[in-house]
């Protein structure tokens, strides 16, 4: 079964940082795109970023690049979203989620593309101005 759980949401000042983390398990690492989304109140979830696995090709929204960066350590099969310059507008809901394997997804503007298998539970980052 596959399993993701993230980690290291919290309340931070505007630009701060956070590094989330998401912990995956019960699947191939490798075979999986893994992506960022996030949803804050009143509106719609959103993707941040996301990375293949196997090849480490990474993909942003509009809104967080240059300021986010994504990463992976196939090793603790884990991926990370390091969070910097954070603005009130980040404050949200994020969520990393597993594609379908051998799928891949992509981020490109401020839309995603993709086909998604699994959902994490979720970590509440909040940035107060």
């Known amino acids: 079964e596959v399993q993701l759980v993230e980690s290291g949401g919290g309340l931070v000042q505007a630009g701060g940082s956070l590094r989330l983390s998401c912990a995956a398990s019960?699947?191939?690492?490798?075979?999986?795109?893994i992506g960022w989304f996030r949803q804050a109140p009143g509106k719609e979830r959103e993707g941040v970023s996301c990375?293949?696995?196997?090849?480490?090709?990474?993909f942003y929204a509009d809104s967080v690049k240059g300021r986010f960066t994504i990463s992976s350590d196939n090793a603790k099969n884990t991926v990370y979203l390091q969070m910097n310059s954070l603005k009130p507008e980040d404050t949200a809901v994020y969520y990393c989620?597993?594609?379908?394997?051998?799928?891949?997804?992509?981020?490109?503007?401020?839309?995603?593309?993709?086909?998604?298998?699994?959902w994490g539970q979720g970590t509440l980052v909040t940035v107060s101005s």
């Open positions: 989620a597993a594609s379908e394997p051998g799928t891949q997804l992509i981020m490109s503007g401020s839309s995603w593309y993709g086909r998604l298998e699994a």
């Open positions: 990375i293949s696995v196997s090849d480490g090709r990474t």
């Open positions: 019960g699947f191939t690492f490798d075979d999986y795109s």
